[in-house]
């Protein structure tokens, strides 16, 4: 397990001292010039942007209190930034929500934000599901490792970014997937990203047979983080050029052949080794979409890259993949060598989004009753 590695804090000098100095100031700002909210929430929204540095944690009603009991026990009354990342983070983001009353209002706050970047991808919507007719399942899963470059918390937006796999499981997890009859996905965020979701998962039914399940927040989290809404609100949009696509997965939806779930252990500092028991089904072939829910794996920990995924993660129950783009301090499972090339490359490898991992995060394999293939 995890626990006796520390937990990755907020420093200075890092990635995590930058993402609280510029990136949160810069998305409150965002939500800010959404104008969404009347005045005296967009005081407190800019209060909250001016004060960040001296943020005291107080208990929030919008926290589902059996996902946030052991925060609140370890963390009430401290400074927000005197908090490990994650938690700090998860809990910035819970403080927004109530702010802006998400539980009541119900308006998304980054929801402007998450529309102009809908807006801006309608092209390369088209040009991809036109391509998508050639594809097999490699490129499917390529495909959706590419969309998670499409983050709206990042300062460089995906486009930009040209990326690069350093870690390559694809091979074992296409040779895993006829031997499944349901996958469950972690989605992580919206746009670009959610599209790629719903293409591969349109694969996996249509070649595999798969029976889906689709994870997603209860409430808006690290931006783009796909919300109940915004799977209509992309689909709405694509059935504009893409009707066929959208109706097939339309009838998937109504037929259950897709179940969503919005649950709010994923707006929780949880992590995967305290997911709640029957969120997810033992049976299925676990894949979990981008950054944070790859942190999740590893409590966010401090951790040498070349530490072995496995030997922290024999908690988990189910067979898992991660597909993920770097955008943050935390990875492991690679070679000594390739982790003095990167470092030789680029000191910030692991936060730039440059680099990407289709990464086998547990060792566990289906077990099959009744079946001569070996088992481990
Ligand atoms: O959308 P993703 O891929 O989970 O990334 C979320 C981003 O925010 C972070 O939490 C850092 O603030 C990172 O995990 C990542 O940069």
């Known amino acids: 397990m995890f626990d006796s590695y520390p937990k990755i804090p907020i420093n200075e000098e890092a990635f995590s001292g930058m993402t609280f100095r510029v990136r949160y100031p810069k998305i409150l700002t965002d939500v800010i010039q959404s104008e969404l909210f009347d005045q005296r929430i967009t005081q407190e929204l800019e209060n909250l942007k001016q004060s960040l540095n001296t943020q005291l944690v107080d208990r929030l009603s919008n926290t589902t209190a059996a996902y946030w009991h052991d925060f609140y026990v370890e963390y009430e009354g401290k400074k927000l930034i005197d908090l490990p990342f994650f ?157 066929e696509f959208v109706q097939r997965i339309k009838t998937y939806i109504k037929q259950g052949k897709i179940t969503i779930v919005a649950h709010n252990f994923w707006n929780s500092p949880g992590h995967f080794d305290t997911i709640p028991k029957d969120l997810i089904s033992k049976e299925s072939l676990l894949l979990s979409k981008g950054d944070a829910n790859y942190r999740r794996f590893f409590g966010d920990r401090i951790l040498d890259s070349a530490t072995n995924a496995f030997e922290l993660t024999s908690y988990l129950k189910n067979e898992a993949f991660a597909i993920r783009t770097l955008k943050s301090d935390i990875q492991t499972s690679l070679s000594t060598e390739l982790v003095q090339s990167l470092n030789s490359r680029n000191k910030e490898w692991r936060n730039i989004g440059k680099f990407a991992v289709i990464q086998k995060v547990s060792a566990r394999i289906l077990k099959i009753p009744n079946s001569s293939q070996k088992e481990s």
Do not use: C
């Not at 594809?135 to 300062?155: E, P, R």
């Not at 931006?223 to 799977?231: A, L, P, Y």
């Open 87 to 243: 938690d700090a983070e998860v809990y910035l983001f819970a403080l927004i929500n109530s702010i802006v009353q998400y539980d009541t209002l119900q308006i998304d706050p980054y929801s402007k934000i998450k529309s102009a970047d809908l807006s801006q991808s309608q092209l390369a919507f088209d040009r991809i599901l036109a391509s998508s007719k050639d594809w097999d399942t490699k490129d499917f899963i390529l495909n959706n490792l590419h969309g998670n470059k499409s983050d709206l918390s990042q300062l460089v937006h995906g486009d930009e970014v040209a990326i690069e796999v350093i870690l390559d499981d694809s091979q074992t997890l296409i040779g895993q997937l006829p031997r499944y009859t349901s996958t469950e996905i972690i989605l992580d965020n919206t746009g670009m990203e959610l599209f790629s979701d719903l293409l591969l998962v349109d694969h996996l039914i249509d070649k595999y047979d798969h029976q889906i399940t689709l994870h997603i927040k209860a409430a808006p989290l690290f931006v783009s983080d796909v919300i109940d809404e915004d799977i209509t609100k992309l689909l709405d949009f694509l059935s504009h050029h893409q009707e």
